[in-house]
């Protein structure tokens, strides 16, 4: 037979309580705390910064005449002979192998003049700090009246709907096309021409001419009668004249020409084409309706609407301070670089 246990739980624990909706927006930063020797001024450098001196000396184009000079006008006269720059000099080896063959790098113009103080002073910065965590408090506390929007007047007793419609639709498009083609064209051409050209020409003229003249010329005078005297003369002419010809002409001409053209056309086509097209739409519409009646019957209102803001309270808050180390990398993410590449 089954037993009933009954729990017992404080009614207090179930209560809920109101309570703010924070939001928070963290930030951070690194403050570098310099690690000096006893004078509080001179820094302590670690090895690998002693290494990126040397080497910026050596292949850097820093000058090791005007270094001195350099940590002079920095304040830090001491440090090459309190930090043992000799001994880390000498440990180093002469040449390094990957920057042998490197030429120095060319000087760039910059309106700030000559930055070599600046460098040092970089390389010299301590890589030891503190890191500040700092973070944006947002509350919200109330809301506040902003500006005027719209005015709605309405008459006496009469009623007004307002409808809102809010649709929202998103669309996207990927489509992508490859086509190829090619296309070879060759032409034969070949021309042969003989010409010969043979000329006879024969012309025989003959002209045979002859002619005969006879003429007679008389006069005469009639005796004298009833009508007088009267006068007659007469003329006989006889003319003759036969010519002939004869021309013969003789021409012949030969001429042979060939053509043979041949033409060959290749002609290849090759068409992919991939046509992906993915269409992706997203479609919301919201409609909400509102009736606004005027409850008097004689007396008609104006009503008024304004934008509702919210109010925030901006806090900025600092929740925690670690000490950090940081130094630099030379070549981060070196061997995934080299997967990459091989």
């Known amino acids: 037979m089954g037993e009933v246990v009954v729990a017992e739980a404080d009614l207090a624990t179930l209560g809920f309580s109101n309570a703010h909706s924070d939001r928070y927006v963290y930030s951070n930063y ?71 063959y490197r030429e120095p790098p060319a000087r760039r113009q910059s ?4 930055q070599e103080a600046e460098f040092v002073a970089g390389l010299l910065q301590s890589d030891v700090g503190i890191a500040f965590l700092d973070r944006t408090r947002i509350r919200p506390v ?27 639709k998103r669309e996207l498009t990927l489509e992508e096309q490859d086509e190829t083609e090619r296309q070879t064209d060759v032409e034969l ?52 004249s036969v010519t002939a010809a004869s021309q013969e002409t003789s021409r012949r001409a030969v001429k042979d020409s060939q053509t043979a053209t041949s033409k060959v056309a290749a002609r290849y086509r090759t ?6 097209k993915l269409v ?11 009736t606004v009646r005027n409850p008097n019957r004689v007396t008609p209102i104006t009503l008024h609407y304004f934008k509702v803001l919210q109010r925030l309270e901006l806090a900025h808050e600092r929740y ?9 990398v030379k070549d981060p993410a070196l061997a995934f670089a080299k997967k990459i590449t091989g």
């Open 30 to 100: 690194f403050v570098p705390v310099q690690l000096t020797f006893d004078d509080g001024q001179t820094p302590l450098l670690p090895f690998y910064v002693k290494q990126a001196l040397i080497e910026a000396m050596r292949y850097g184009g820093l000058s090791q005449d005007r270094l001195p000079h350099l940590l002079k006008e920095l304040g830090l006269s001491g440090l090459w002979k309190a930090n043992d720059m000799e001994a880390a000099e000498a440990a180093l080896p002469g040449q390094d192998s990957g920057m042998i």
């Open 111 to 114: 309106i700030l003049g000559d």
């Open 142 to 168: 109330g809301f506040a009246l902003g500006e005027h929007v719209y005015a709605l007047a309405l008459a006496p007793g009469e009623e007004a709907v307002l409808e809102q419609r809010t649709y929202t």
């Open 189 to 240: 051409t070949s021309a042969l021409t003989t010409e010969l050209q043979e000329g006879f020409e024969r012309q025989k003229s003959l002209t045979d001419t002859w002619g005969l003249n006879a003429s007679h010329t008389g006069q005469y005078t009639s005796p004298t009668g009833v009508w007088g005297t009267f006068n007659a003369s007469h003329t006989i002419g006889y003319t003759r």
């Open 271 to 276: 068409q992919h084409k991939t046509d992906f």
């Open 280 to 290: 992706s739409e997203t479609g919301m519409e919201s409609t909400s309706k509102r």
């Open 320 to 328: 925690g301070a670690r000490v950090c180390w940081a130094p630099t």
